[in-house]
């Protein structure tokens, strides 16, 4: 069964940290990008970060610039997102998606509606931030 599953969410007050991981069972990343994406309550989900299994490539949207690093650990068939700095406007339901490399990559993520080209993806992880 093709699976992603997302764990890491929590409750963290501002400025502080959480770790996000991916886990994929079912298919490995290996011609796959996967891609960071934030739903907040009422609004489309916009990716956030997103890394290339082929050459490393990351992408990071303007907001997590700085704040926000992806990793990806391939012998465990895991991405992960490390969030600093954490604000209140990064509260969001997490979710983790693969993206058929040749689709565009990263790329793909950082477009609009990026998240319905997804070969598979997670139910998401909550991250509440508060003031």
């Known amino acids: 069964e093709v699976q992603l599953v997302e764990s890491g969410g929590g409750l963290v007050q501002t400025g502080g940290s959480l770790r996000l991981s991916c886990v994929a069972s079912?298919?490995?990343?290996?011609?796959?990008?996967v891609g960071w994406y934030r739903q907040a309550p009422g609004k489309e989900p916009e990716g956030v970060s997103c890394i290339s299994s082929s050459d490393g490539s990351t992408y990071y949207r303007d907001s997590a610039k700085g704040r926000f690093s992806i990793s990806a650990d391939n012998a465990k068939n895991t991405v992960y997102l490390q969030m600093n700095s954490l604000q209140p406007e990064d509260t969001a339901v997490y979710f983790c998606?693969?993206?058929?490399?040749?689709?565009?990559?990263?790329?793909?993520?950082?477009?609009?509606?990026?998240?319905?080209?997804?070969?598979?993806r997670g139910q998401g992880t909550l991250v509440t931030v508060s003031s």
């Open positions: 079912g298919f490995t990343f290996d011609s796959y990008v």
């Open positions: 998606a693969a993206i058929e490399t040749l689709l565009g990559g990263c790329t793909v993520v950082g477009g609009a509606g990026g998240h319905h080209a997804a070969y598979a």
